[in-house]
């Protein structure tokens, strides 16, 4: 038939050879004919599929001794190819199940082999010895890890999860854990395996996981169930809920901070805020989170009366009249002036930055799952002042989202000789260097393989020179690599672990929305309007925003206050009420302070989220349009916003004069070629926002191209009058120095 001609032209009819057969033939067979389960059904009529598996099984010690290398893949793109396969019909998922008989024997059944290995792993554990495929090193860098991910395949369904109930391989996988965290890199590969969709076996393994693995372990959980909810897995709230909200109770308080991380991202959903309310958290844990984080809850009624119930709102209100609005107003402006400046002097500098073909890039969530599986291993070595090597290991290595900026990072744990987990003494003198591996591979910063390692140093000075204080960590950032460090009183220092910040190119655009104001999750329910209604705040906002006689301060955070009070339809009533609006168009038009101006006109957008505010504005020239952070607002006649009333030149300031005078002698007397000149004329330069990007590339190549004119004296004296003459931004202040 023309089905079997097709068989044979695989070569594996005819040999039992495989480095004889057309891999890549087999591989298109498998994605097309053989993935119906009728064709199938066929094959396994013949020697083919028997070989196959063969080739696979872990015994042969064939596909587990091949190197993880782009020129191996296809072999585990046709094992996993043909295991998705015969898990879709009976007879596919019996020839797994069941071995062949061989002569005076039964050889054992793929599946058989694998509950073997894992069982093998547990002996290791209890200090026994025995075969073991799933060691450190064949994880490191051969295929072996690729059985975990076809163990992933069997709890897609849950026919398929009841054959691995069958071998006790979920039994064995539960026992895999232990607080040492010797078996934390095959955990990890198998949490990246398994599908929590179809079966409750891979969520109990998760659960079970939690109360008995390591922290790191713990951690790298939390961060998972954060990936299954930006997944869109359908029964999030059912089971990872009560995961984290178990969590925030853990004596470990970076377990506790992590899992608050978490919920602070999941809580943007009502449904699963709802059901983290029905567990009814302490306030005291969920505060770890910050008053913002306790302030989302507000926006539903249960929110409102559990948090009124424990006295928080009343409390808060308090905080907020005194402190919290003009700190909310600095903030705004600490937040602009971030996103203004920092493309403008210094991009962000990654350990490791990775390209994710457009094909694969389909969201976030879906390229971390792929960075994830990546067998990439920090190596790191500590030299003592007479360089002798006395550490020279692979981290435990594991990627997680970082809590703070919601980006991906590479953390790799100091462990000792048995692979537990032990920060590491060092001496006061220390040089450490470390670099990254694919499958025992050197890379580069680019993910390019490299010959030798490219080293990322550390040592003693920048210890006393660039190190900060970070929670319970000294941390020294270099390259886009924190070496973070451990020291208790009277104790040397401990070098605890090493995390590379990682760039995944094409970036995915990210959603720039507003902190979170107390007054606005309040605005949200029908209790929350009448507690603000009563409080008398609406009429002092609009008075702040009425007078000429406040603060500057003052005004923008009663600005922001009235624009997220009315941002929901209640609370635009109470607004409306003040007769506020039109001094809030005044501003966002006519204010000669053009920060302020800009404010107003943001506040005009959070006001368009209702269709009242949206139809008075359009009754005064004003029309929007919807955005995913903050709605835009423009007057019809945008002249209106960029007029600026004429004003008389008051000329050069007489300080600027003088600053022009010293910098004049300074030329002379120190005899300025043409080189200091310019460097001279770009440091200046420096102060210029718009030139700055420009300016700081141009003093690289000067000053690589001259180094002497660095270690000028004269120089430095000039450098020194323009720093206390001229208005630079911390950054630019300490690059200068």
């Known amino acids: 038939s023309k089905f079997g001609a097709s068989l044979r032209m695989t070569y594996v009819l005819q040999h039992k050879d495989y480095s004889r057969w057309d891999w890549k033939f087999i591989n298109e067979l498998l994605e097309t004919s053989l993935g119906k389960p009728q064709r199938l059904k066929e094959a396994l009529r013949t020697k083919f599929v028997k070989r196959l598996l063969a080739f696979f099984s872990p015994s042969k010690a064939l596909f587990i001794n091949k190197g993880w ?59 026994k010895k025995d075969e073991r495929i799933f060691t450190r090193e064949k994880l490191l860098g051969t295929l072996t890890r690729e059985y975990l991910s076809w163990v992933g395949l069997f709890t897609t369904s849950k026919t398929s999860s009841d054959i691995l109930l069958k071998f006790e391989i979920f039994t064995y996988l ?25 079966s409750d076996e891979p969520k109990n393994i998760l659960q079970l996981w939690m109360d008995k693995g390591s922290n790191q372990l713990c951690l790298y959980i939390l961060d998972h169930i954060r990936i299954l909810y930006r997944s869109g897995i359908s029964n999030f709230s059912q089971w990872c809920i009560d995961i984290l909200v178990t969590q925030i109770y853990s004596d470990h308080r970076v377990i506790a901070e992590k899992a608050i991380g978490v919920l602070k991202e999941v809580c943007e959903s009502e449904e699963v805020m709802k059901v983290v309310l029905s567990k009814w958290p302490q306030v005291e844990k969920l505060e770890i989170g910050g008053d913002a984080f306790v302030a989302r809850f507000l926006r539903t009624d249960l929110g409102f009366t559990y948090l009124n ?49 457009p094909e694969l890039n389909l969201s976030y969530a879906y390229d971390i799952k792929i960075f994830k599986r990546l067998p990439l291993w920090i190596n790191v070595q500590v030299e003592n002042s007479f360089s002798e090597v006395f550490y020279d290991n692979h981290l435990v290595t594991y990627a997680q989202l970082d809590d703070r900026t919601g980006e991906i990072v590479l953390v790799g744990k100091m462990v ?15 040089f450490i260097k470390c670099s990254l591996t694919l499958a025992y591979k050197c890379i580069d910063g680019k993910g390019r393989e490299s010959q030798e390692p490219f080293w990322v140093r550390c040592d003693f000075n920048d210890r006393k020179n660039s190190a900060m204080v970070v929670g319970n960590h000294i941390v020294v950032k270099k390259n886009g690599v924190s070496f973070r460090f451990l020291q208790k009183e009277g104790d040397l220092l401990r070098l605890d672990d090493i995390i590379y910040e990682i760039e995944l190119t094409p970036s995915v ?27 008398g705040y609406c009429n ?13 301060v003052q005004k923008k955070a009663s600005l922001w206050a009235v624009g997220h009070i009315g941002s929901t339809h209640g609370g635009f009533q109470l607004i409306h009420e003040q007769g506020v609006l039109p001094h809030i168009i005044s501003i966002a038009e006519c204010s000669q302070f053009l920060p302020l101006r800009g404010e107003a006109i943001s506040v005009l957008g959070l006001l368009t989220k209702t269709n009242e505010g949206k139809s008075l504005l359009e009754m005064h020239g004003w029309m929007t349009h919807p955005s995913q952070g903050v709605p835009i607002c423009v007057p019809k006649d945008p002249s209106k916003i960029f007029r600026i009333d004429n004003y008389d030149y008051q000329g050069i300031c007489e300080e600027f004069i003088e600053v022009q005078r010293t910098i004049e002698k300074v030329k002379v007397i120190c005899q ?16 210029n926002y718009i030139t700055q990007k420009k300016e700081f590339t141009e003093l690289k190549k000067l000053t690589t191209k001259h180094p002497e004119i660095i270690m000028s004296v004269e120089m430095f004296h000039c450098a020194i009058v323009m720093l206390n003459h001229y208005g630079f931004s911390l950054q630019v202040r300490r690059y200068i120095m």
């Open 509 to 535: 655009a990210k959603d720039n929305s507003l902190p979170l104001h107390l007054l606005g999750e309040l605005a949200k329910t029908h209790e929350g309007l009448k507690m603000i209604a009563r409080s």
């Open 174 to 198: 539960k026992k895999l854990v232990d607080h040492s965290g010797q078996n934390d890199i095959l955990c990890m590969i198998i949490i990246n395996s398994l599908d929590y969709r179809a």
């Open 540 to 552: 002092e906002f609009a008075n702040d925003i009425k007078s000429n006689a406040v603060s500057l």
């Open 309 to 357: 119930e424990v006295g928080w709102i009343e409390k808060s209100l308090k905080h907020w009249k005194e402190r919290g609005n003009a700190e909310y107003a600095h903030l705004i402006t600490e937040i602009l002036t971030n996103e203004l400046l920092k493309e403008s002097f210094t991009q962000k500098e990654n350990g490791l930055s990775l390209f994710i073909p």
């Open 672 to 687: 300025c070629g043409e080189e200091k000149m310019q460097f001279i004329s770009h440091v200046g330069n420096l102060s």
């Open 416 to 430: 000792d000789k048995k692979g537990v987990y032990s920060p590491f003494r060092i001496e006061n003198h220390f």
């Open 69 to 127: 290398s782009q020129e191996n893949f296809i072999y585990a793109k046709a094992g996993y190819n043909l295991i998705k396969g015969l898990l879709s019909f009976k007879e596919g998922r019996t020839a797994l199940s069941i071995g062949d008989e061989a002569l005076f024997r039964q050889k054992k059944s793929f599946l058989q082999e694998m509950a073997d290995y894992l069982e093998a792993e547990l002996k290791y554990l209890a200090g």
